[in-house]
């Protein structure tokens, strides 16, 4: 297995069979990642990194928003009076900025990244092994349903990945080639690995690092004195490898400085203080858990199983052939006998893969990500690990994929021994005959194995991306100038979660500015902040849920501010037949005295016209001019009610809500109203979104027609 184990400097078919592998896995992940993903996914995290992508290509590690900065905050950025920053370092994300930068377009990174990890898992396995173990093992790595459906969306495990192969396989050229420059590459690729992910990277490089003490102790001792000492090659080449690495430790450190004021703070701990590896209480959001030894048993080995056994290439097949694959190489270390270089470099190399599958199961149990990984442990549909696999174990596809190619190598190898066996029991055509057979079963199997393991999570995140077509079809079919477009927050105030494909420009100043819909005064400030932009409302009729399979019917409005002294509105309604009665409210909303005016409509006929007024002071129905309704001074939404009742006492609700600021004698409203239809109740929010231009979405007979004058301009 050694004997073709150097790397040539021309292209030799191995070689030339590895760069077709990697070129395929690049274009494989960019064609997932422009279909599948092309809305991205339901990790929320890739809306993050996309946009750190545009603030480091506009010179910006943070956002200013100002006063703004609730109406802009976006998913996992740390607030801190005006200024936002995101809770992840900025590797990553330059990685995506550089292919912004050239192509105009952060998939091709993502391609990149995919074929160069490929091709390193070919370089690696070629120096542990040989180069048709490491063409294998680049197909095994690149085939793997975590490598192609996590590698294809905007997440920093691939790009980490692609930093500590880099490392490996420099550091392990610097070893057996005695490079010292190939030792200064490990320093850099590890030192950027650190910044990009300091515990992904402390674990994978663990193994390296002790190898390194060793090598350096070991040299020492055999220094001999003199007046002018040398410093033995290991001493150099790990220290440059040392010195390199702690430089951009330093650059971490003086990132956390720069962003959150401590260079012991990284801002993900700015973010939320108890995420970070440990057991005992855990804590992200609103999200909190008691994480135990006993429970990061228990998840860990859940995660492990998932990946053995649907995340690998081939699934259980894969993991078979990898366990195979390190009996083998065992096997083989133990009776080699030391003193020869070039095994003892083998050994080395493999040992040094085993240390890093450790490395990284053992150092997963100190964080409890994979737990947050699992909605339900036992269940591998059910979390984030359904989508996406157990990423926090990527680089153990590294281990998993080279020894897997040692046993399919050494399979291959063993064919013509089970031909000369079956030949001495049969004719040289059966024996033939059988060794094809077995070939292409196995090929057959596991090919078949393969898709199904690719094919599963590839649909599941398929449905997701159905889903947020849908939800964005209004805004697609938009031709936006200098537009201001408001955002519903299902899951909190967040801008892009969930909405990853609506994403300011680091100087909230695009073609679109996104804001959240919030309270009155705030979606004042940010119309009075961009009073020359077309505003729109984007909401949508539904629940938005993670559930893929619930979509929404979306709708986008255009909406303007409205002043003058007095605003006179109408709003004509809809009746079906069999309604004996509409009944009439306007009040304030969450007004303290519960001041409504009202009236009662017998026999509404097949509509109900309402007409309405208010000023700065009082709201008014033209049906009950008696009752006022106080108008505060300043911010306040008004609500205006048509519930219809039927015989048998069964209603349905036609509610608007318009937002209204109060100043002197003035009144502004943001027009038109928020408008929703609810059966049975009187409010029922997004679930009774009314989508005036979808005759599908309502009755026949449901009409919510609205208009509004101002006087005094």
């Excluded at 740390?78 to 994300?93: E, I, M, N």
């Excluded at 690990?385 to 399979?411: E, Q, T």
């Excluded at 408001?486 to 909190?492: D, E, I, N, S, V």
């Excluded at 002043?563 to 304030?588: D, F």
Aim: aromatic share 10%; hydrophobic share 45%.
């Amino acid at each position: 297995m050694t004997a073709d184990r150097s790397l040539p400097s021309a292209p030799d078919r191995p070689t030339l069979a590895a760069g077709l592998v990697a070129g395929a896995a690049g274009a494989l992940t960019f064609a997932i990642a422009a279909t599948v993903f092309a809305y991205h996914s339901s990790n929320h995290d890739e809306a993050v990194y996309l946009t750190q992508a545009a603030m480091l290509l506009s010179g910006q590690l943070e956002l200013h928003a100002g006063a703004l900065a609730d109406a802009f905050h976006p998913w996992f950025f740390v607030q801190d009076g005006g200024r936002l920053y995101p809770k992840y370092t900025p590797v990553p994300a330059a990685m995506y900025a550089v292919s912004m930068a050239l192509l105009g377009e952060p998939r091709a990174t993502l391609a990149v990244v995919a074929a160069g990890n490929a091709f390193l898992v070919y370089l690696l396995g070629s120096m542990a092994f040989d180069r048709r173990v490491g063409v294998v093992a680049a197909a095994l790595f690149a085939a793997s349903p975590l490598a192609l459906v996590t590698g294809s969306t905007f997440l920093p495990y691939a790009p980490t990945t692609f930093l500590n192969l880099c490392f490996a396989v420099a550091y392990l050229r610097g070893v057996r080639d005695r490079s010292l420059s190939a030792a200064g590459v490990a320093g850099v690729a590890v030192g950027l690995a650190f910044f990009a992910r300091p515990y992904t990277a402390v674990l994978f490089a663990s193994p390296f690092i002790l190898h390194a003490l060793v090598g350096v102790l070991s040299s020492l001792r055999k220094v001999e004195f003199r007046r002018r000492p040398r410093l033995p090659g290991p001493v150099r080449r790990h220290g440059l490898t040392a010195l390199l690495g702690t430089l951009f430790v330093g650059i971490t450190l003086a990132y956390n400085l720069r962003l959150t004021g401590s260079p012991l703070t990284f801002p993900y701990q700015a973010f939320a203080p108890m995420d970070g590896p440990g057991f005992g209480e855990r804590r992200i959001l609103g999200h909190s858990a008691d994480y135990t030894p006993g429970i990061a048993l228990e998840t860990n080995a859940y995660a492990l199983w998932f990946l053995a056994t649907r995340w690998v290439t081939a699934g259980p097949l894969g993991t078979l052939l990898a366990l195979g694959g390190s009996g083998l190489s065992v096997r083989r270390w133990s009776r080699s006998e030391r003193g020869d270089r070039e095994r003892d470099f083998e050994r080395t190399a493999g040992l040094l893969l085993a240390g890093v599958a450790l490395a990284v199961v053992v150092g997963n149990l100190f964080f409890w990500g994979t737990h947050n990984l699992l909605a339900t442990f036992s269940d591998p549909t059910d979390g984030l690990v359904s989508g996406f696999g157990p990423f926090y174990h990527f680089d153990l596809l590294v281990p998993f994929s080279i020894f897997g190619g040692v046993a399919a190598v050494a399979g291959w190898r063993s064919l013509p021994r089970l031909r000369r066996r079956l030949e001495a029991v049969t004719t040289a055509r059966a024996a033939r005959t059988v060794v094809v057979v077995a070939v292409a079963a196995a090929l057959l199997v596991g090919g078949i194995a393969a898709v199904t393991a690719v094919s599963t999570p590839l649909d599941r995140n398929a449905e997701h991306a159905e889903k947020y077509e849908v939800a964005y079809e209004p805004v697609e079919s938009e031709s936006f100038d200098d537009a201001l477009v408001f955002l519903p927050t299902p899951y909190g105030e967040w801008q892009n979660h969930p909405f990853q494909a609506l994403r300011n420009e680091p100087g909230f100043d695009g073609e679109v500015v996104y804001a959240l819909d919030r309270d009155p005064g705030e979606d004042f400030a940010v119309l009075d902040a961009y009073p020359n932009r077309t505003a729109y409302r984007y909401a949508y009729r539904g629940e938005w849920t993670p559930d893929a399979n619930r979509h929404v019917s979306p709708k986008l409005e255009p909406i303007e501010v409205r002043r003058g002294s007095t605003l006179s509105a109408g709003t004509t309604v809809g009746v079906p037949e069999r309604v004996e009665r509409a009944r009439v409210r306007l009040e304030v909303e969450g007004a303290a005295g519960g001041d409504r005016a009202g009236y009662v409509v017998d026999d509404p006929g097949d509509s109900v016209a309402v007409d309405w007024v208010f000023d700065a002071d009082t709201a008014r129905l033209a049906g009950d001019p008696d009752s006022t309704v106080p108008v505060g001074d300043g911010d306040d939404v008004v609500v205006l009610t048509v519930t219809l009742v039927d015989p048998a006492g069964s209603t349905f609700t036609y509610r608007q809500e318009v937002t209204v600021r109060t100043d002197g004698d003035r009144v502004e409203t943001v027009w038109p109203p928020e408008r929703s239809v609810c059966p049975l109740v009187t409010e029922c929010g997004n679930e009774g979104t009314y989508l005036p231009d979808d005759a599908e979405a309502h009755p026949e007979w449901v009409v919510f027609e609205v208009d509004a004058e101002t006087d005094g301009e």
